[in-house]
């Protein structure tokens, strides 16, 4: 089947710098992406859905200034949680749609748990 | 808008128990219902779904039946492994072009031998 995989898998970084978290489509194009964040013992959250070549879509209360993203191949996401802080900590996932998929496709990347010191 | 509600866990069972675990849901129209599972270090994978009223999704001995006049979506199994425990998510699909998935919160599902 269709896998997603993401990169780095886990990151430790101090306050106020900077992380990029990679998800790739392995063996398909994928033309949308979500990315949702997951707080521990909670479920996920929708941050954002992007769209190859265009700007993502940014759930309410989500800081697209904070949390950037870029969909510019159809094989690439990545979001760059910008000048993080602790609060910031959390199990970030992403899941990938191509085309003539559905709602049904379940293409999730493992996750990338993000620890801000 | 839409919303699941699901148990809240822990949910902690003996090998060979029988396992439920309620959600109910609302959403606008005929959304698609899915449970999703989470093994420990691992990402969530697809355990069944069901795309409209009555149906029934079923895999790895689980099932979840789709019940429309009570906005529901119960997961069942009749007898729980050890390697069953994880944490359980059930979650909707709209119907529209978005292909958003909204999820419940989660039931973690622990099973001693």
């Known amino acids: 089947g269709a896998v997603v995989s993401q990169h780095p898998s886990w990151v430790i970084c101090k306050s106020g710098t900077s992380v990029k978290i990679e998800c790739r489509s392995l063996d398909f194009q994928a033309t949308t992406m979500f990315w949702y964040r997951q707080f521990p013992k909670q479920s996920l959250m929708l941050m954002a859905t992007?769209?190859?070549?265009?700007?993502?879509?940014?759930e309410q209360g989500v800081e697209k200034d904070k949390f950037l993203i870029n969909h510019a191949s159809l094989t690439l996401s990545t979001l760059t949680v910008t000048s993080a802080h602790p609060e910031d900590s959390s199990f970030y996932i992403c899941r990938a749609i191509g085309p003539g998929q559905s709602t049904d496709t379940q293409y999730f990347g493992p996750g990338t748990r993000l620890t801000v010191l | 808008g839409d919303s699941v509600t699901q148990m809240e866990g822990p949910v902690t069972l003996s090998e060979e128990a029988f396992l439920t675990i309620n959600c109910t849901y609302t959403?606008?129209?005929?959304?698609?219902l899915f449970w999703y599972v989470q093994y420990p270090g691992e990402g969530l994978q697809l355990l069944l779904k069901a795309t409209k009223a009555d149906d029934k999704g079923s895999n790895k001995g689980f099932e979840a039946t789709y019940r429309k006049e009570t906005t529901s979506f119960h997961l069942e199994k009749g007898s729980v492994q050890v390697s069953d425990s994880a944490v359980y998510f059930c979650?909707?699909?709209?119907?529209?072009?978005?292909?958003?998935?909204?999820f419940g919160s989660g039931t973690r599902l622990l099973v001693r031998p």
């Open positions: 959403a606008t129209g005929y959304p698609s």
């Open positions: 992007s769209n190859e070549g265009s700007k993502a879509t940014y």
């Open positions: 979650a909707l699909g709209g119907r529209d072009s978005s292909y958003k998935l909204i």
